[in-house]
């Protein structure tokens, strides 16, 4: 259950990342990493960079916090989602600075990242769609390590502790629920379903609102706090087997097929059943339309259109992660490059000084930002500095090269889950065996 929050920091800069680098904090600065910049010199690229800024603003960088459950995760684990998290949502462009904290209750990690791009040189633009994307990247990368994640507009309000006793299905409202879901089949009428949840031990309070209260338990609980299937108007609906859940609009796209033997609601509800064998025979309508329309013939048809959009998703997400890659390195090469230009009066100022050392002592971290640059670009074979507008303009074509393979990406991703879906159908119609049986003839 990754929680992010991000704030912009607008002065001492050098001040916030001392505190996220705190030896204390991290491990002896263990769980310290960077991108793009060195941890120790971090603000002073900061400020190099936003004096090319071409747009003005007070924002110098901006502080990402990530913050796991307590006992979900390792310290190492946590370190690497959160660079995970930063190099997909800074696409490379912004040096950063990531830490993770091991001295509270629970594993957090701070991103603090340059407000200015080291590629155009302008602001990162912090608003609430740019935090969704953050948020729903976090969520992802959460799933993806097998971490619990809150999904959004669910369980809002609530403590960490109510949520994580609700996952466990200890708190009062879900123990409620339960009781509650048990006895609406056995109650004849509400007056009944009352009888029933008080010989579970609950007691009741009618009034505006219906509320219980089980033994041990300081507060009585609304029924309707516990969602629109659970208000007394619902619970009496759902007695007489009239009730239906508000589902969003019906996609038009292929579904999955409703599985009854795992439906809770199939038990509770009378006429569900029939619902649903009808939303399977529509499924198997729609399903038997894209087999024609496809030109799928047999079952090994299927199976090997499946496997060519497989392959083509995959090849598509290598070229994709290769370009990504490219554009973050390009984007620390013209970082250095501009570094080296921007700092070279400064160096021949320095080899002129009668006195090196006294210079050197009070311009002590911008000589060694260039150096660092030199150093930088030295290892990769230049011999003189590149010219920056044809680099920048070589990343401008691979950036529209990246946009075009995500969008190819994306199209395999589709067809590789509605070819999936279609599986799913197919093989609960006919129910086969995958690869042993072949399709029947439409």
């Known amino acids: 259950m990754a929680v992010t929050k991000i704030h912009p920091i607008k002065s001492t800069l050098k001040k916030a990342l001392d505190y996220i680098e705190n030896p204390a904090k991290t491990d002896e600065k263990m769980l310290v990493s ?18 090319q800024a071409m747009q003005k603003g007070n924002n110098l960088a901006h502080h990402l916090i990530q913050s796991f459950a307590p006992g979900e995760t390792t310290p190492e684990q946590a370190h690497e989602i959160g660079r995970q998290l930063a190099d997909e949502v800074l696409q490379g462009k912004y040096p950063y600075v990531l830490t993770t904290h091991i001295d509270k209750g629970h594993v957090h990690n701070h991103v603090i ?4 791009d080291m590629v155009n040189q302008r602001k990162y633009v912090s608003n609430r769609q740019s935090y969704s994307y953050i948020r729903r990247t976090s969520d992802r990368l959460c799933k993806e390590h097998n971490l619990s994640v809150v999904m959004p507009g669910q369980d809002r309000g609530k403590s960490y502790a109510e949520w994580d006793a609700h996952r466990k299905g ?53 029924c309707k706090t516990l969602g629109e299937a659970y208000t007394e108007e619902a619970i009496t609906e759902r007695i007489k087997g ?14 999955l097929r409703i599985d009854l033997e795992n439906s809770i609601k199939a038990q509770q509800y009378a006429g569900y059943e029939k619902w649903a064998k009808l939303h399977n025979l529509k499924q198997a309508a729609r399903t038997l339309n894209f087999l024609t329309e496809h030109e799928i013939e047999s079952y090994p048809d299927l199976e090997s259109r499946m496997a060519e959009i497989t392959a083509a998703s995959t090849e598509a ?66 011999q003189k500095l590149p010219d920056l507008y044809a680099l920048k303009n070589e990343y401008k074509q691979l950036a529209e090269q990246k946009d075009q393979l995500q969008r190819q990406y994306n199209d395999a991703k589709r067809q590789m889950q509605e070819y999936g879906i279609i599986k799913q159908n197919v093989d609960g119609i006919l129910r086969t065996t995958p690869g042993k049986e072949q399709m029947q003839e439409r």
């Open 34 to 51: 960077s991108f793009a910049c060195a941890y120790e010199t971090a603000d002073i690229e900061f400020e190099l960079l936003l004096s």
């Open 113 to 116: 990242f340059c407000a200015v």
């Open 170 to 222: 200890t708190s009062w409202k879900a123990k409620l629920k339960t009781a509650i879901d048990a006895a609406i089949p056995q109650a004849k009428d509400f007056d009944d379903f009352l009888r029933l949840l008080q010989e579970q031990g609950y007691e009741v309070k009618r009034g505006k609102y219906v509320s219980f209260r089980a033994p041990g338990q300081e507060r009585f609980t609304r």
């Open 242 to 255: 009239r009730f239906a859940e508000r589902k969003p609009k019906e996609n038009r796209k292929i579904s």
């Open 317 to 382: 997400a290598a070229a994709l992660k290769a370009a990504e890659r490219r554009l973050a390195e390009m984007a620390v090469l013209i970082k250095d490059v501009t570094t080296c230009k921007e700092l070279r009066p400064l160096l021949q100022e320095y080899q002129r000084a009668a006195d090196k050392k006294q210079f050197r002592r009070k311009h002590e971290g911008t000589l060694i930002l260039y150096e660092a640059a030199a150093k930088a670009l030295k290892e990769q074979g230049f």
